[in-house]
Nanobody
Framework: VQLQASGGGLVQVGDSLRLSCKAP????????MGWFRQAPGKEREFVAA????????SHADSVKGRFYISRDNAKNTVYLQMNSLKPEDTAVYFC?????????????????WGQGTQVTVSS
């Protein structure tokens, strides 16, 4: 499964961005999908995850209430809407796919990774 992440950029504190992760074809339609991020000098951390039916969703405490994950299976795309961005949200964001939401929430059990997209929040 190839995952193509996009939508990153340089924004100001308080701005919004929407990241997209597309899986060409129907290859990712039955996978749970998620987002991780990695800031310089830090470990990759879980951000959000969603089942393929969108019936279970999870967000990390650090982004709860500001970030929202969603997916459109008809477009083979998962989104991460990021609002009220803070400088500490600056990181490379990676999309991920795995067999279950529990697996896609833990980097060790992620089966497929997309390439990262840089998000920089300037104060």
């Amino acid at each position: 499964v190839q995952l193509q992440a996009s939508g990153g950029g340089l924004v100001q504190v308080g701005d919004s961005l929407r990241l997209s992760c597309k899986a060409p074809g129907r290859s990712a339609s039955s996978y749970a999908m998620g987002w991780f991020r990695q800031a310089p000098g830090k470990e990759r951390e879980f951000v959000a995850a969603i089942t393929w039916r969108s019936d279970q969703i999870s967000h990390a405490d650090s982004v709860k209430g500001r970030f929202y994950i969603s997916r459109d299976n008809a477009k083979n795309t998962v989104y991460l809407q990021m609002n009220s961005l803070k400088p500490e949200d600056t990181a490379v964001y990676f999309c991920a796919a795995s067999a279950s939401i529990k697996m896609v929430m833990t980097s060790t059990f992620v089966r497929y990774w997309g390439q990262g997209t840089q998000v920089t929040v300037s104060s």
